[in-house]
Nanobody, 121 residues
């Protein structure tokens, strides 16, 4: 399984970021897909997740500012975060899982390579 993430980079405070992740090589469609963020000196945390049933969850830090959706295919997930602030800075990782709760680890989980997002004021 390979995950290809795109988007990220340098963004202005108050602006928006858009991230895409496409999974390939999967025998079965993932049960959940999501994005994690790791800020400098902090543990990796889930930002947003989407199950195959369409159930969405967001961290408190982005709730009301973020939208996670499937892309053109069932193995693609898109994240948009608006009204950016410095707390949104970090490395964003895409994850796909064969279980509903993406916070838990499963042997067939797959992670993307990470994409840096830096919010400047």
């Amino acid at each position: 399984v390979q995950l290809q993430a795109s988007g990220g980079g340098l963004a202005q405070a108050g602006g928006s970021l858009s991230l895409n992740c496409t999974a390939s090589g999967m025998r079965f469609s993932p049960h959940s897909m999501g994005w994690f963020r790791q800020a400098p000196g902090k543990p990796r945390e889930v930002v947003a997740a989407l199950t195959r049933e369409g159930f969405r969850t967001y961290s408190d830090s982005v709730k009301g500012r973020a939208t996670i959706d499937r892309g053109a295919t069932t193995n693609t997930v898109h994240l948009q975060v608006n009204s950016l602030n410095s707390e949104d800075t970090g490395v964003y990782y895409c994850k796909v899982s064969q279980i509903r709760n993406i916070k838990l680890n499963h042997p067939r989980d797959a992670w993307g390579q990470g994409t840096q997002v830096t919010v400047s004021s």
